[in-house]
């Protein structure tokens, strides 16, 4: 496993580089984007626990108006939302909100592929995980995940934590090919991507 976590990590490098270089037109018209549809910084920075617990900065393109969180349901948006702005709408459904997210894991705050980080604070602070749901901290938070390609966005945190535990202890490059592949045809079919139960 330690093997592989070294190839893993060797193999982000090259795909945030390779993404931000080939996907940098389409970073640059979604920032334009976003600076023209509606008031605020284009890219949207919010805290959320990676690896062993420690606190990182996840970099999104803000798909909501600006202070969101603080307004209506909260954390979590629903279809509709009218918080949501109509470039955001565009960028969710197509998940190129996610984009910026390639420098976290240059940076090695992230991993393509691993758990979706949770906010510092909500399902709970890290404290409050059992040493059985640490596990999945053990590895780098990912872009997409296992809890991911089952359901996305439709999944209670309960069970996202369960399937984050079982990937800790089954990772291997096949799953890590499965769960790409998987989510990769998921993003063009669009399927399970509602803006419900989707945190700012």
Same mark, same amino acid.
């Given at each position: 496993?330690?093997?592989?976590?070294?190839?893993?990590?060797?193999?982000?490098?090259?795909?945030?580089?390779?993404?931000?270089?080939?996907?940098?037109?389409?970073?640059?018209?979604?920032?334009?984007?976003?600076? =023209?549809?509606?008031?605020?910084?284009? %890219?949207?920075?919010?805290?959320? &626990?990676?690896?062993?617990? *420690?606190? +990182?900065?996840? $970099?999104?393109?803000?798909?909501?108006?600006?202070?969101?969180?603080?307004?209506?349901?909260?954390?979590?948006?629903?279809?509709?939302?009218?918080?949501?702005?109509?470039?955001?709408?565009?960028?969710?459904?197509?998940?190129?909100?996610?984009?910026?997210?390639?420098?976290?894991? =240059?940076?090695?705050?992230?991993?393509? %592929?691993?758990?979706?980080?949770? &906010?510092?604070?909500?399902? *709970?602070? +890290?404290?409050? $995980?059992?040493?059985?749901?640490?596990?999945?901290?053990?590895?780098?938070?990912?872009?997409?995940?296992?809890?991911?390609?089952?359901?996305?966005?439709?999944?209670?945190?309960?069970?996202?934590?369960?399937?984050?535990?079982?990937?800790?202890?089954?990772?291997?490059?096949?799953?890590?090919?499965?769960?790409?592949?998987?989510?990769?045809?998921?993003?063009?079919?669009?399927?399970?991507?509602?803006?419900?139960?989707?945190?700012?």
């Amino acid at each position: 496993m330690k093997l592989y976590l070294i190839v893993k990590r060797i193999f982000d490098i090259l795909v945030s580089v390779v993404g931000i270089v080939a996907l940098s037109p389409v970073l640059l018209l979604t920032y334009l984007a976003i600076k =023209l549809d509606s008031p605020g910084p284009a %890219i949207f920075k919010q805290k959320r &626990l990676g690896r062993y617990g *420690k606190e +990182f900065t996840v $970099y999104k393109f803000r798909s909501m108006t600006v202070g969101a969180e603080k307004m209506g349901s909260g954390q979590y948006s629903f279809e509709g939302d009218p918080r949501v702005t109509k470039v955001g709408n565009f960028i969710r459904k197509t998940s190129i909100d996610e984009l910026p997210q390639f420098i976290n894991i =240059l940076k090695g705050d992230m991993s393509l %592929i691993g758990f979706r980080p949770p &906010l510092t604070y909500h399902p *709970k602070t +890290f404290e409050e $995980y059992t040493d059985a749901e640490r596990v999945m901290f053990s590895l780098r938070p990912g872009v997409t995940g296992w809890a991911q390609i089952h359901g996305r966005k439709t999944v209670n945190w309960n069970e996202r934590i369960q399937m984050n535990i079982w990937y800790a202890n089954n990772i291997s490059f096949w799953l890590d090919v499965k769960i790409f592949f998987t989510t990769f045809i998921k993003v063009l079919k669009n399927e399970d991507n509602l803006n419900t139960n989707k945190t700012v």
